[in-house]
């Protein structure tokens, strides 16, 4: 049997995973689990970058990530959900790290450009936040990871991981850390737009939960805006611009029905509510499963750290093989 690939991904635990996580993500670990030895990590240490004084927060959210990823799916019996901040081998790692690369070269990442200024840090951008994505190179590299599935906006973070691993390899003489691949979201799915357009954001409160109940779901569906070109209802309709014929699209399982709705809506005559209520169903039946196993996961605690405790101790060995080996490359060996 040839060894698996390796998969390494994360997510920062500050907030309740919603649909598009789902589509743009957790799905995508669901199926690719079987296929690769996975790690997940709960990156706590990174979110604390914008976080660090409501720690707090960041620190309950760890245990609602576990219950959000069980409850689609990811099964803990073969992907190892771990907690950053518990291996500390990562941030020794990233230490060393911190020589390959340029403090210009880590002001250029767009990405952290674009969060510095949403952020609008009022004090100057503080050092471990523009720095986070150093520590980010040492969670992928730690793990020795073939691949790792992130959304665009990670790009330059795999990129720069790309060029630290081989730096590294070629400075040291080795081919020790692995070139790590990124799998970005194949579906234009994955654009699943807020339920009033704008990006999905816990700020915006726009987003349907993985764990909203029935009520939850039919508040905010019946929310949606429709088309705001329709007079009423007999007219014929443009379901391009109704975002609820977007959501049925990804989610109905009879497109084939939907596709006579949409027809229907074109040539006038169907109500904006009727194609709500069906969204409100295919939602519904969608999360109730998911939710039921959310609520079974989240009443049992020990359950929950049992999960992170052995994730968190596999994770820790790998770190700590592979920063024992960074060190010999180094000569950073002293047999006291
Ligand atoms: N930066 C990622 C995010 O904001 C989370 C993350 C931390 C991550 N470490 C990672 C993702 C390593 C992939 C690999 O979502």
Same mark, same amino acid.
């Given at each position: ?254 497109? &084939?029905? /939907? !596709? %006579? $709705?949409?027809?229907?809506? =074109? ?10 209520? +069906?969204?409100? &169903?295919? /939602? !519904? %039946? $969608?999360?109730?499963?998911? =939710? ?10 020990? +359950?929950?750290?049992?999960? /992170? ?6 994770? =820790? ?20």
């Amino acid at each position: 049997m040839t060894k698996k690939k390796r998969l390494l991904t994360g997510d920062r635990p500050t907030g309740a995973l919603h649909l598009g996580h789902f589509v743009g993500s957790l799905q995508n670990r669901v199926r690719l689990q079987y296929e690769y030895d996975t790690f997940i990590m709960i990156a706590d240490a990174q979110a604390i970058t914008d976080n660090y004084d409501n720690v707090g927060r960041i620190a309950a959210h760890v245990y609602e990530l576990v219950c959000d990823y069980v409850s689609v799916g990811i099964d803990p019996a073969v992907s190892h959900i771990f907690i950053q901040s518990m291996i500390p081998e990562l941030f020794e790692m990233t230490a060393y790290f911190m020589n390959l690369v340029t403090i210009q070269r880590i002001g250029h990442n767009p990405t952290v450009k674009l969060e510095t200024k949403q952020k609008g840090f009022r004090e100057g951008v503080p050092a471990g936040f523009y720095l986070y994505p150093m520590f980010q190179v040492s969670d992928i590299l730690a793990f020795k990871a073939d691949v790792v599935p992130v959304g665009y906006d990670q790009a330059p973070m795999v990129e720069l991981t790309r060029d630290v691993a081989k730096k590294f390899n070629a400075t040291y003489k080795t081919e020790l850390l692995v070139i790590p691949e990124a799998i970005f979201p194949v579906s234009l799915q994955t654009n699943l737009l807020g339920l009033d357009r704008n990006k999905m954001s816990k700020s915006l409160n726009n987003a349907i939960y993985l764990k909203d109940t029935r009520d939850e779901i039919v508040q905010k569906v019946r929310k949606m805006p429709s088309d705001p070109d329709r007079v009423d209802y007999h007219a014929p309709g443009s379901p391009e611009k109704v975002l609820v014929f977007d959501y049925l699209r990804i989610f109905d399982p009879d497109q &084939e029905g /939907l !596709d %006579a $709705l949409v027809d229907q809506y =074109r040539k006038g005559g169907v109500m904006d509510k009727t194609v709500k209520e +069906r969204l409100i &169903e295919v /939602l !519904d %039946a $969608l999360l109730v499963p998911i =939710r039921e196993k959310r609520a079974s996961v989240a009443e049992d605690r020990k +359950r929950v750290e049992s999960i /992170l405790r052995e994730g968190t101790k596999a994770a =820790r060995e790998v770190a700590g093989d592979t920063l024992a080996e960074i060190k010999e490359v180094m000569g950073l060996v002293f047999p006291l």
